[in-house]
């Protein structure tokens, strides 16, 4: 019975793996957040990071602060009281974007204070 677990335990690992790989190859990626009767989706190229707020009919570009360099990106989003919220990551370098209103601002890493609390 061991031997049977281990055996479907490794199918389902390869089979993953192959999944992953074929993430890889396919070029666009939605992500959608709901609220209420409300429903908030952006598309982007995982290669450029490129990206289109879903509306209505319509995919609309958001812009960007600076041009991102080709990468892996990923979007995550979550839905908020007010709305949503969106955050992109180029995988490799880890540099990070949040989307405040259409246009993509990326984060810069802070140094936590040295000073103690009062």
């Known amino acids: 019975m061991r031997k049977l677990l281990l055996v ?29 009767t409300d429903w908030y989706g952006i598309r982007w190229d995982r290669r ?13 570009e ?16 979550a839905t908020r009281s007010d709305g949503f919220g969106a955050t992109r990551i180029e995988q490799t370098s880890g540099r990070t974007w949040i989307l405040v209103g259409r246009e993509w ?7 936590p204070d040295a000073s103690p609390n009062p």
């Open 62 to 77: 958001l812009s960007e602060s600076a041009t991102p360099p080709p990468g892996r990106y990923q979007v995550v989003m």
């Open 105 to 111: 601002r990326e984060l810069t890493p802070q140094k």
């Open 8 to 36: 479907v335990a490794m199918a389902s690992l390869l089979g993953g793996c192959s999944q992953m790989q074929n993430i890889d190859r396919e070029r666009y990626a939605v992500a959608v957040s709901e609220g209420g």
């Open 48 to 60: 450029s990071g490129q990206s289109w707020m879903l509306e209505e009919d319509a995919l609309v």
